[in-house]
């Protein structure tokens, strides 16, 4: 049994498994091929996604890079030399590939137990090498990540399957404002075109139809904390407290729901033509109270030049 085998293939098959365990409690593994098993983690997270075999219209098989993120995994608990495969990781050529790094990332990123426990910079570093986790579960920091996302988005809204795929992921109400703010970025983006703005309808649809309750909630929250901001709202410099966290998320929820206020000013026709894009005045709302939040900030601005 090669060492790959006994520290990789254990990363990859519980990446691809349904299982509780904590990585840490998975055996390690006495047979397969490092190959298959990336293969296999690649159709396992098709699976999920909902996506054909072959997923997006594309036979091409996975490359190393899975592999490689594996190892960087199986490495975690020695930060130092962890990231060092990470430095001969290209860019995903494939659909296969994409899928297959997402599968370990997206659950590496997500799991309960703390699988990246000893060094954040490893978190960051896997999820720049894997822009479908970035678009679909939380946006990369890295220089240059955004346009690689707004690329694999690109590709899922080429393809039937991939489009829905993109709707429903994106719809879900984002975790944390850097994903608010990258994905008010995408629908602002894809509003100039009718077949754009048609999907960004789609996505908001979605959104209300399954996440109404919860948005509702989350809009409720954001108004009450921008209804108490003061005359003048806090500077960069102060928003490392509680409240000014609580700022940034409040005004980052109300840049997600910017886009269908702009369609709804400048396309109501388009926006009343869609059934389900009703009963979101208190979206709107919180748009409105967060202008006049960013209003007396760039004032404040202004007076201190």
């Known amino acids: 049994m090669t060492t790959l085998s006994r520290t990789v293939l254990p990363v990859l098959h519980w990446a691809a498994s349904d299982t509780a365990l904590p990585l840490d409690a998975v055996p390690p593994s006495d047979g397969d091929d490092p190959a ?27 490359e190393l890079g899975a592999l490689l993120l594996a190892t960087a995994v199986a490495l975690r608990h020695r930060p130092e030399t962890a990231v060092l495969p990470l430095d001969a990781v290209s860019p995903p050529v494939s659909a296969r590939d994409l899928l297959a790094r ?28 894997s822009p479908l986790t970035g678009l679909l579960l939380s946006p990369a920091a ?9 690329q694999v988005l690109e ?10 795929t993109a709707t429903t992921a994106l719809a879900e109400p984002p975790v944390g404002p850097r994903a608010a703010l990258r994905r008010a970025g995408l629908f602002s983006r894809r509003r100039f075109t009718a077949e754009d703005r048609r999907w960004v309808y789609d996505v908001y649809e979605t959104a209300l139809l399954h996440h109404r309750p919860h948005l509702r909630a989350r809009i409720a929250h954001a108004a009450a904390v921008l209804l108490a901001v003061g005359p003048l709202p806090p500077g960069p410099g102060a928003r ?36 389900m894009l009703r009963d979101y005045d208190d979206a709107l709302e919180l748009c409105r109270l967060h ?5 007396r900030a760039e004032l404040r601005g202004l007076a201190a030049r």
């Open 36 to 62: 298959a098993a990336v293969e296999r983690l690649a159709s396992v997270t098709a699976a999920r996604l909902r996506l054909s075999d072959p997923p997006l219209g594309d036979a091409r098989p996975a």
């Open 102 to 129: 997402h599968g370990l990332v997206g659950r590496a990123l997500s799991a309960g137990d703390p699988v990246l426990a000893p060094d954040e910079r490893l978190g960051a570093e896997l999820l720049r090498r």
């Open 142 to 150: 890295a220089p240059g990540a955004e346009a690689a996302e707004e």
């Open 155 to 164: 590709l899922l809204l080429a393809h039937p399957e991939g489009r829905t």
């Open 240 to 275: 490392d407290t509680e409240e000014g966290r609580a700022l940034d998320a409040a005004e980052a929820f109300a840049e997600w729901w910017r886009p269908l206020a702009v369609l709804t000013h400048r396309h109501g026709q388009e926006v009343r033509a869609r059934p």
């Open 291 to 295: 202008r006049g939040v960013r209003e």
